[in-house]
């Protein structure tokens, strides 16, 4: 009995043991799970449901080319190399439903009257920044609104010398660098090399005087009397006055000296070479060059129209080789870019660096949109523009070439280069002209309804010279 009893309480000792030891494991499993669970959590919470700063970016160079990889390829790294950022990358074409220099600029006149900065990093070149002040009547508008980066640490080490150097490359924005002086251009006077060849007409890439041009435009009315087809001389659109650039050329080539040409200063040596200018575009008005219903001509949306052999030159910038080999990479071969021509042979021609992209002082995400535009100030981007587009960089970055070295723009560009070196310049207002005192450097739109009036053959030269001047104070 007492060993029977002895037996049970061991048997309930070792149950209760059991029992205890199960109880232990499990709390301590809870607590496990807990604390796994808990940790997950805060894992969970950490990473899915942080939120990111969203960086509205106005883009550029949609549907051109080897131009919009470069945008889309640097947004992908940055965004992979930022993950506490949401990029919000968007082209004019996706806000506004097409893309206009002008509209954009009318929409960033908007932001800094109502102070809604929705964008904080926007596109802006020279050309929108003299819209923006034309609409603003303030050409120094830039250092008010703008980030001036040449104030940030370090970025005047990722561009080229000569963009801080030469006070001309921040003239552009109100005297201050808006950005990477990412793109590098020089103007042109494009021909078909098609109709060339079917006109008879053989033109000269280097050295074409403005009696040269003014004989081509000639053979071209001869053709058309002959064959009874409509063959423009020039293409010409109503958002971008083409001709203002070849206007340009001929002026500063007249003024004959460089320093001269950059001064912002009037006078009446200049009045002269502006008046002669005016009185070469009455020479070549007499053929009515201009094609036919330019008026209704979108720039972006007509920029393919020399492909289909419907006029014999195009004046435009080198950025041209993306846009038709965007359009059509077979006939984009016959388009040949030609040194602008001149009155008197000169020492410089006509292009320049500009920004592509500015931050709003007053963007909600400031910061983070300095980041972006650091991030294309690196020599990766420099060389692979260089390598895409065909063209120069104010960015550093190791020399390359294009990715085809015997390509017509490229051996173009290698020739004005080391005719010109660095002796080159474009200015999208006419301070060069009339100078800055009372705001004479916002006439450029006058001159420019001048120019194609002149060309339309609606006008003569003095009556242009005339009107122009009342203004010029």
Known sequence: MNLNRKNRIMKIKLIGCVVISVMV???????????????????????????????NWIGHWLNEHDREVIVRDVAKEFAIKNLDIDLNLKFPQNIRGYRSKRDVAKLYVEMTKTGNYDWDVIWLDDQIYQYVADELKDPYWGPKYLV?????????????????????????????????????????????????DKMGI??????MTFDDLLGYVKAVDNYNKKTETDIAAFYESSDWTCQEILFQRLLKSEIGD????????????????????????????????????????????????????????????????????????????????????????V???????????????????????????????????????????????????????????????????????EKYSGNIYYIPSTAYIFGKEERNELLLNDVKEEILKLLDG?????EAYDRIMTKVK
């Open 148 to 196: 001036d980066f040449g104030q940030l640490p370090g970025f005047k080490d990722t561009q080229k010398g000569f963009i801080f150097d030469n006070p001309i490359w921040a003239a552009q924005t109100g005297g201050i660098i808006v950005g990477p002086m990412l793109e590098g251009y020089y103007h042109a006077i494009f021909f078909n090399k098609d109709v060339a």
């Open 458 to 462: 609606e006008t003569t030269a003095q």
């Open 202 to 207: 053989e033109i000269k890439e280097m050295g």
């Open 25 to 55: 494991a499990m709390f301590l499993a809870g607590c496990g799970d807990q604390e796994i669970e808990t940790f997950e959590k805060k894992k969970v919470s950490g990473v899915i449901h942080k939120t990111k700063t969203k960086l």
């Open 347 to 417: 020492d410089f021609y006509q292009g320049g660096y500009i920004p592509t992209w500015a931050v709003w002082q007053d963007a909600p995400h400031k910061k983070e949109g300095i980041k972006l535009l650091e991030f294309w100030s690196r020599p990766h981007v420099a060389e692979k523009w260089a390598r895409y587009t065909n063209a120069p960089t104010g960015v550093k970055g190791q020399a390359t070439t294009g990715r085809e070295s015997s390509h017509p723009f490229s051996v173009w560009q290698k020739k004005i280069t």
């Open 258 to 345: 460089f320093k001269k040409s950059l001064e912002n200063k009037g006078s009446a040596e200049k009045n002269a070479a502006f008046k002669k200018t005016l009185e070469a575009f009455e020479k070549l008005g007499k053929y009515k060059p201009l094609i036919k219903n330019y008026q209704e001509n979108i720039w972006f949306q007509t920029r393919h129209i020399p492909l289909n052999d419907e006029v014999l030159f195009y004046v435009n910038g080198i950025w041209m080789y993306n846009h038709w080999m965007s359009a059509d990479e077979t006939k984009a071969d016959k388009m040949i870019p030609a040194e602008l021509p001149v009155f008197k042979e």
